[in-house]
């Protein structure tokens, strides 16, 4: 049977079928084409370091895919499709072979049938063009999948047929490749699904998609661990949120995190700001949830360190200084707040004093944040406002279970406990900040737990106790993360009020002067590795020497060298909102070794550096207002460029945050000035699509055509290196994405604005052609694949009107053009008719 022929008779029968059948029939097609992941016996395709989040990505897809056919709500779909359109879609083209990039739309077509029933079609055609692209041949898929269908009538009662051996001889491959990805457990569930035809357990799918987003993060492999020793041990209730408060100095953050806690708690003094962060402990009893409240410092040095303990799913509280005026300062910590806060939201109180009232466009930030409440009173004389606001607060942290309420192994439970018994912040005896890592083996011993680096992982992962793999030779477990993050601030508020901007490992001694017992000396080698592990700090190449690019001066050089426009390439990276504090000092940190020294002096400040090769070829990076940009010169500027802007879309997709826009400079116009305004930028999208489409860009303002081909190759634009990554508008997504009705109407309403203009001149019987036209494109709207638009020509006749439209001596053309902006229309018309045709694959 040929593949139309399939997809035929299968959209047949599933416009027979309950909606609830057609769903699962997807996801069946979807789990069937898993093993074509691993037909080349591994995942190597992917490299190393995003195998486990990748494949992570595929089964969580499919995880929330099956969830949602059960929960069958609407509202949730549309996000899916999202999923499915960022993820998986994207994961496609992060593969070059054909027949997993197949099984991978097959997963993404899956979640696209909730949406859209017909896509259910592609996920078994796709599925079936993956088995064709490996076995060279049609396989007996298509009999099989009829047989799927008709099972399905009774949802879990397919049978699983006498399948082609080499199909069952995959399903084993897919289980070994697992296993050698440390996958065991994916292996497992997926063989069990398949063999017990396609029956699943409900509970461990809830489990699955409830395991904390810390875990989930390391990818497939430790998210296994985490399900196994859950089903192992049992799950106990793990009821801890966080508080995390922001603003300016001054604000009121630290009384206010006092007065949560204790309503009657004394103001702080004048002289008492917070040097970087202080942890307090909230019990609220009724609830039995230990709420934790980071009190983070409003000093401006201190900004770009705070990210680090910034986190997600936790409330933020951002204190605005009832005295200042504007919403700039707002918006700066909403941003904090969303770049590394993910989910969560925010309220923000104007803590008014002196009666002074000050107006926040609360409604428009809105809008544009995550904000969950507005409060305004006084923290220290308004006791009616902070009453309501604590209640506020306990029911936001009550009404958000996911993640206060976070089920944990029953071991990680009592191991946790255990560690706590010796960090008692109140008890001078027993106020371990740190232990060894064989004193955490025994207790983890205790309770029977196997395989102690995993957990040592997981307890970081949670925030329990803090443990850094690449850091083993310190031989330190972190029981209070505040040790490491007041130490960091410590040696950061030093180096700034020595007016300096580097600190040897000698200095540290100056540092924590006064807390030696704190921090003794054999512990200062493990904090100033933590500042270049953070990317805080880089050490000279001469090491012993730390030094703290944010604490650069920041004045750029005097001197900066010159890119002229023909010899050297140029991108940007464009953002909407203020970037991140930390977004050029950690890139620095990353390229610090190619700083270019001139007369003696490294060429780098605050905000930018040269940087050098090795072999000549030069680079200028620098922020200037929400904008960084890259210049490079010389030999082997291609790569040069390449590698920086690897390091750059590192840096932006750790945000959480939209992503910038990446453009490139094109082409210059006029005279080679180097003004800005002469040159010609474009984004990478535009770039890929033109040079992927063959279809030259037209620029309006010049009004000429011009080749992508060559920019593709001088800045080397790849589906790869588009910022953000994913989601890329090519091939399958353009005709996904694009909006087949939305586009038909336009080209509709084109051709009767025309028609209306040329009765207006009494050309009747040439209106009437155009009014033809666009009733035929009317009937057209019903159609909901490409394949039905060409098969009924319609497309054809448009093409045609457009030819005579587009030869000049013609009849039509004539009469067009003697219409006021008959021209203009004819070109929408044209546009429509490109796009359209791309639909249908006619180029
Ligand atoms: N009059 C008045 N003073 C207040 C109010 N809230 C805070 N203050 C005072 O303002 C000063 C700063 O308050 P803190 O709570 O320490 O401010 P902070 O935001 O923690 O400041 P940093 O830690 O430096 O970022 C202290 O002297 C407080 O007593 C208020 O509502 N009215
Ligand atoms: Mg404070």
């Known amino acids: 049977?040929?593949?139309?022929?399939?997809?035929?008779?299968?959209?047949?029968?599933?416009?027979?079928?309950?909606?609830?059948?057609?769903?699962?029939?997807?996801?069946?097609?979807?789990?069937?084409?898993?093993?074509?992941?691993?037909?080349?016996?591994?995942?190597?395709?992917?490299?190393?370091?995003?195998?486990?989040?990748?494949?992570?990505?595929?089964?969580?897809?499919?995880?929330?895919?099956?969830?949602?056919?059960?929960?069958?709500?609407?509202?949730?779909?549309?996000?899916?499709?999202?999923?499915?359109?960022?993820?998986?879609?994207?994961?496609?083209f992060t593969v070059h072979r054909n027949t997993v990039a197949y099984a991978v739309f097959a997963v993404a077509d899956a979640v696209y049938s909730l949406l859209d029933r017909y896509y259910a079609v592609y996920a078994a055609t796709d599925l079936i063009y993956a088995a064709e692209n490996y076995w060279g041949m049609q396989p007996d898929f298509t009999s099989l999948l009829l047989r799927d269908l008709r099972g399905l009538k009774i949802p879990g009662t397919v049978k699983v047929q006498e399948l082609q051996k080499r199909y069952d001889k995959l399903w084993v491959t897919w289980e070994k490749a697992l296993q050698d990805e440390d996958c065991a457990y994916w292996g497992r569930l997926y063989r069990n699904i398949y063999r017990n035809g396609f029956t699943f357990d409900p509970e461990a799918l809830k489990r699955r998609l409830s395991v904390p987003k810390e875990i989930r993060e390391q990818g497939a492999a430790a998210v296994g661990h985490?399900?196994?020793?859950?089903?192992?041990?049992?799950?106990?209730?793990?009821?801890?949120?966080?508080?995390?408060?922001?603003?300016?100095?001054?604000?009121?953050?630290?009384?206010?995190?006092?007065?949560?806690?204790?309503?009657?708690?004394?103001?702080?003094e004048e002289n008492e700001s917070t040097a970087g962060v202080d942890t307090l402990l909230w019990e609220i009893e009724k609830q039995n949830v230990n709420v934790h409240i980071w009190d983070f410092a409003g000093h401006t040095v201190t900004h770009a360190v705070h990210q680090f303990f910034l986190s997600e799913h936790c409330l933020y509280i951002i204190v605005y200084d009832g005295r200042t005026e504007g919403r700039n300062r707002l918006e700066y910590w909403l941003n904090h707040m969303t770049n590394y806060g993910e989910d969560s939201e925010a309220i923000i109180l104007v803590n008014e004093r002196d009666r002074h009232r000050v107006d926040i466009p609360i409604n428009s930030l809105k809008e544009q944040y995550p904000i969950a409440a507005f409060y305004s009173f006084s923290i220290r004389d308004n006791v009616a406002g902070l009453t309501d606001f604590r209640e506020f607060v306990v029911n936001y942290i009550n009404s958000h279970p996911s993640w206060n309420n976070q089920e944990i192994p029953q071991n990680y439970y009592k191991v946790k406990e255990e560690?706590?018994?010796?960090?008692?912040?109140?008890?001078?005896?027993?106020?371990?900040?740190?232990?060894?890592?064989?004193?955490?083996?025994a207790i983890a011993r205790k309770y029977n737990v196997q395989n102690t680096e995993i957990l040592l992982k997981n307890l970081h992962a949670l925030g329990i106790s803090l443990w850094y793999k690449d850091m083993e030779e310190f031989d330190t477990l972190v029981l209070n993360p505040e040790w490491i993050s007041q130490g960091v601030y410590k040696v950061i508020n030093w180096v700034h009020q020595e007016q300096r901007y580097s600190l040897t490992l000698k200095d540290f001694e100056k540092v924590f002067r006064e807390e030696t017992d704190r921090y003794p000396i054999e512990k200062h080698s493990f904090i100033f590795k933590l500042m270049i592990f953070y990317e805080l700090a880089y050490e000279t190449k001469e090491g012993g020497c730390l030094i703290i690019p944010h604490l650069l001066q920041e004045d750029r050089p005097a001197h900066l060298p010159d890119f002229p426009i023909g010899n050297s390439l140029m991108l940007q990276y464009r953002s909407e909102q203020p970037l991140p504090p930390d977004t050029v000092s950690r890139f620095i940190v990353r390229h610090n070794r190619e700083i270019k020294q001139e007369k003696g002096f490294y060429q780098v400040w605050r905000y930018g550096a040269i940087l050098e090769d090795g072999s000549g070829t030069i680079a200028l990076v620098r922020e200037e207002d929400r904008t960084i940009s890259v210049s490079v010169?010389?030999?082997?500027?291609?790569?040069?460029?390449?590698?920086?802007?690897?390091?750059?879309?590192?840096?932006?997709?750790?945000?959480?945050?939209?992503?910038?826009?990446?453009?490139?400079?094109?082409?210059?116009?006029?005279?080679?000035?180097?003004?800005?305004?002469?040159?010609?930028?474009?984004?990478?999208?535009?770039?890929?699509?033109?040079?992927?489409?063959?279809?030259?860009?037209?620029?309006?303002?010049?009004?000429?055509?011009?080749?992508?081909?060559?920019?593709?190759?001088?800045?080397?634009?790849?589906?790869?290196?588009?910022?953000?990554?994913?989601?890329v508008l090519i091939n399958k997504s353009v005709r996904n994405n694009f909006n087949f009705y939305d586009c038909n109407i336009r080209v509709q309403g084109c051709l009767n604005d025309l028609a209306q203009l040329l009765n207006e001149k009494g050309k009747k019987e040439e209106a009437r052609e155009f009014e033809a036209l666009a009733g035929i494109l009317e009937k057209a709207e019903q159609y909901k694949t490409p394949e039905e638009m060409k098969k009924k020509g319609v497309l054809n006749r448009l093409k045609r009107l457009i030819e005579e439209l587009g030869n000049p001596d013609s009849h039509l053309s004539k009469i067009v053009g003697g219409v006021k902006a008959g021209l203009d229309i004819v070109r929408d018309i044209v546009k429509g008719y490109n796009d359209l045709a791309r639909w249908v694959g006619l180029d």
């Open 1 to 92: 049977m040929d593949v139309e022929a399939f997809e035929k008779r299968i959209s047949q029968y599933l416009k027979k079928s309950k909606e609830e059948q057609v769903l699962y029939f997807a996801w069946h097609c979807a789990v069937r084409a898993l093993p074509f992941l691993s037909v080349e016996g591994s995942f190597a395709y992917w490299e190393k370091q995003e195998r486990q989040q990748f494949l992570y990505t595929i089964f969580s897809t499919l995880d929330k895919n099956i969830w949602a056919i059960l929960q069958r709500k609407e509202e949730g779909f549309s996000d899916l499709s999202d999923i499915a359109v960022e993820d998986t879609e994207g994961l496609a």
């Open 419 to 441: 560690l706590e018994e010796y960090f008692i912040p109140s008890d001078p005896v027993k106020k371990k900040e740190h232990i060894t890592k064989s004193e955490f083996k």
């Open 633 to 727: 010169k010389g030999f082997q500027k291609t790569a040069y460029l390449t590698a920086l802007r690897k390091t750059l879309n590192e840096i932006f997709s750790s945000y959480k945050t939209r992503q910038p826009e990446l453009r490139y400079a094109i082409k210059i116009f006029g005279e080679i000035s180097g003004k800005e305004n002469n040159i010609l930028w474009l984004t990478d999208k535009k770039i890929f699509n033109h040079a992927q489409d063959k279809v030259p860009y037209y620029d309006d303002i010049r009004q000429q055509n011009i080749d992508m081909d060559k920019y593709v190759v001088n800045y080397n634009i790849n589906a790869e290196n588009i910022i953000g990554g994913k989601g």
């Open 226 to 268: 985490y399900l196994e020793e859950l089903e192992k041990q049992g799950a106990i209730q793990f009821n801890e949120a966080r508080i995390i408060i922001l603003g300016d100095k001054g604000a009121g953050k630290t009384s206010l995190a006092r007065r949560l806690i204790d309503p009657k708690a004394p103001m702080t």
